[in-house]
């Protein structure tokens, strides 16, 4: 999420993190959805309440970015922009 905002993209992210908005809902690129971390019930929880939520639905805020997920490919989902 911060990559994302730090970019300039148009994010609202609005709970700054804390995994209680889904205001920062992407769409995780095929190829890279089985190296991120599994979703937390936290995320899942939040995630129920996205609008759209589909199978590569993440929270951004709940992706922490490593090596391995060097050049990671996100789409933002509705309701994720301003
Ligand atoms: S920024 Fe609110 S859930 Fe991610």
């Keep these: 999420m911060s990559v994302i905002r730090d970019a300039g993209l148009n994010i609202t992210a609005q709970c700054g993190g ?4 889904a205001t920062c809902h ?13 979703v937390s019930d936290v995320e899942d929880a939040m995630l129920d309440i996205a ?6 639905s993440r929270l951004s805020c709940q992706v922490k970015l490593t090596e ?3 050049g990671l490919t996100v789409r933002l ?3 994720s922009g301003f």
Excluded at 18 to 21: I, Q, W
Excluded at 51 to 56: D, L, M, S, V
Aim: hydrophobic share 30%; glycine share 4%.
């Design 18 to 21: 804390c995994a209680a908005c």
């Design 26 to 38: 992407v769409y995780v690129e095929d190829e890279w959805t089985s190296k991120l971390k599994p």
């Design 51 to 56: 609008e759209e939520r589909q199978e590569n």
């Design 68 to 70: 391995d997920l060097d």
């Design 77 to 79: 989902a509705p309701g």
